[in-house]
């Protein structure tokens, strides 16, 4: 391997754990995560990062994206095109740059400038709706989903299951994550159905256990959302997979899992449900995935 070969991987990594915001967002949120932590062990702060607006009406709900990045802010785009070709749903983004001829497609534009890029957990609070569909950037909406903003006229928060339940390696240096029990599994944060005003018990841990565990999980948000989905009075529901469907490469990485999980797959069946499972000769015993 030559040396510029060798460089070149080495950049190509540093850009995969670092993300966008480079070197100086990451330091940047060092400092950040020092300070904050200080805050919560200090004066017990739940949310060092205050929302920005305050603005939604009590009627108001819409799809809300948080980009930043010229990829991600692109894929944002390409998502609430695929809403608008669908649905009248108004939608808004916070980002740090947006072309002219998006602009339209949005009632609200909020520019930012993040510090890491798990983002989200600091700007979840700046929706201006009341009812609010996050999406992640790289998300493609089929058909009208305007319905889903109904399950909060009974619950808090919705997100769907993601593929890891409880992750070994979280559970060995993360206690809180630990004392969850195994069958509340971890959600995906990519699609997010939440109520800002009943919602803010959840949004103010998720940031709390993510800058607290910030060091361990090296800037990863899923662990912190399982703890906040679980110590939060938000009254949270599962919705179906078809709301949250992903590639079959993200699929696939279930199954390097075991060696992550003590050997166990996290998706081992526990429970059969068919009839003939009593009969010795059944042919049937076969799993749906």
Same mark, same amino acid.
Request: aromatic share 12%; charged share 30%; net charge positive.
């Given at each position: 391997?030559?040396?510029?070969?060798?460089?070149?991987?080495?950049?190509?990594?540093?850009?995969?754990?670092?993300?966008?915001?480079?070197?100086?967002?990451?330091?940047?949120?060092?400092?950040?995560?020092?300070?904050?932590?200080?805050?919560?062990?200090?004066?017990?702060?739940?949310s060092?990062?205050?929302?920005?607006n305050?603005?939604?009406?009590?009627?108001?709900?819409g799809?809300?994206?948080?980009?930043?990045?010229?990829k991600?802010?692109s894929?944002?785009?390409?998502?609430?095109?695929?809403?608008?070709?669908?649905s009248? %749903? *108004?939608?808004?983004?916070?980002?740090?740059?947006?072309?002219?001829?998006?602009?339209?497609l949005?009632?609200?534009?909020?520019?930012?400038?993040?510090?890491?890029?798990r983002?989200?957990?600091?700007?979840?609070?700046?929706?201006?709706?009341?009812?609010?569909?996050?999406?992640?950037?790289?998300?493609?909406?089929?058909?009208?989903i305007?319905? &889903?903003?109904?399950?909060?006229?009974?619950?808090?928060?919705?997100?769907t299951?993601d593929?890891?339940?409880?992750?070994?390696?979280?559970? =060995?240096?993360?206690?809180?994550?630990?004392?969850?029990? =195994?069958?509340f599994?971890?959600?995906a944060?990519?699609?997010?159905?939440y109520?800002?005003?009943?919602?803010?018990?959840?949004?103010?841990?998720?940031?709390?256990?993510?800058y607290?565990?910030?060091?361990?999980?090296?800037?990863?948000?899923q662990?912190?959302?399982r703890?906040?989905?679980?110590?939060?009075?938000?009254?949270?529901?599962?919705? *179906?997979?078809?709301?949250?469907?992903?590639?079959?490469?993200?699929?696939?990485? %279930?199954?390097?899992? *075991?060696?992550?999980?003590?050997?166990?797959?996290p998706?081992?069946?526990?429970?059969?449900?068919?009839?003939? &499972?009593?009969?010795?000769?059944?042919? %049937?015993?076969?799993?749906?995935?």
């Amino acid at each position: 391997m030559t040396y510029k070969v060798f460089i070149s991987k080495v950049k190509r990594r540093l850009s995969d754990i670092l993300g966008p915001s480079g070197i100086t967002g990451y330091l940047r949120t060092r400092i950040r995560t020092f300070t904050y932590t200080h805050l919560i062990r200090e004066k017990n702060v739940g949310s060092a990062i205050p929302s920005t607006n305050r603005d939604a009406t009590e009627d108001s709900q819409g799809i809300f994206y948080i980009a930043f990045g010229d990829k991600y802010v692109s894929e944002a785009i390409h998502s609430a095109k695929s809403v608008r070709k669908v649905s009248n %749903t *108004p939608m808004s983004i916070c980002c740090d740059t947006l072309p002219d001829d998006a602009k339209s497609l949005f009632d609200k534009v909020q520019i930012i400038k993040p510090e890491h890029i798990r983002a989200k957990v600091d700007y979840l609070e700046n929706t201006p709706y009341i009812r609010t569909l996050y999406l992640d950037s790289d998300t493609q909406v089929e058909e009208d989903i305007s319905h &889903l903003f109904d399950i909060l006229d009974k619950y808090d928060v919705a997100l769907t299951h993601d593929f890891a339940r409880k992750r070994h390696r979280w559970s =060995e240096i993360i206690p809180e994550y630990a004392a969850i029990p =195994e069958g509340f599994s971890e959600y995906a944060g990519g699609v997010i159905l939440y109520h800002k005003t009943r919602a803010v018990d959840f949004t103010n841990k998720w940031k709390t256990y993510f800058y607290k565990n910030f060091k361990k999980t090296n800037g990863w948000d899923q662990a912190s959302l399982r703890i906040a989905l679980w110590h939060s009075s938000c009254q949270t529901y599962a919705l *179906p997979t078809e709301y949250n469907v992903r590639s079959e490469n993200v699929r696939k990485k %279930t199954d390097g899992l *075991p060696k992550q999980e003590g050997g166990l797959h996290p998706l081992r069946p526990r429970v059969l449900h068919w009839h003939g &499972l009593d009969d010795p000769e059944d042919k %049937t015993k076969r799993y749906m995935f």
